[in-house]
């Protein structure tokens, strides 16, 4: 089973982050707080894509809430990018992770290609709705969910590329919508911000991270 059993067909953002509460297309479900879907307005020029939802957002109910999402709100504003213009999102809709200890704290656990493929009809639709002037890839995770299986975000961070990225993409990331006077669209990748936040050198880290921002602050002011 996947997502696309429970995706309705031609609903609005609001309407699909209320039927994604009630996903049971893949196994993550278990155990979860709750669905953690998107953040932001349909009509946003810049989204990002990360991985799946963590433990604070688990409990929230928001993505990109905890310690890596103040990061990239860090780095953000260190761009000059208007919060308002953007759309936040997860490949995966529900916190993978492993119980450790007698607390039974929750561990991370990377999402794997069949989770992505199971929760991909989620992020498919929401891109139907969306149409932004620049996607970015938050991670490997994300990148691979966006670009395709070979996608290496760490030979290809900071490079603009076409969006939707290939004919396979232009596919599953379709837009029906008017565009309006809209020219072209980009996408990028880059690291996921908790990947800065585990780095041995986090200045180092965190200031190649926002000069991969920089390029998508150059798309939305060009
Ligand atoms: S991870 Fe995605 S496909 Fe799996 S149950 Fe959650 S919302 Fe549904």
Redesign the pocket.
Known sequence: M??AD?VPAGATMDKLRKA?LA???????KGTTQ?VFSKGPVGARLVFVGEQPGDIEDRRGEPFVGPAGKLLDKAVAEVGIDPAVIYTTNA???FKFRSAGEGKRRIHQTPDAS?VS??RP?LVAEFELLSPDVVVALGATAGRALFGPSFRVTQSRGVLMPWPASAHDSAAFAHDGDDGDRESAFAMATLHPSAILRADDRDVAYAGFVADLEVAAAVLSG
């Open positions: 996947t997502a429970f994604s996903c049971t297309g893949c196994e993550l479900y669905t995966v809709k529900h989770d199971a929760c989620w």
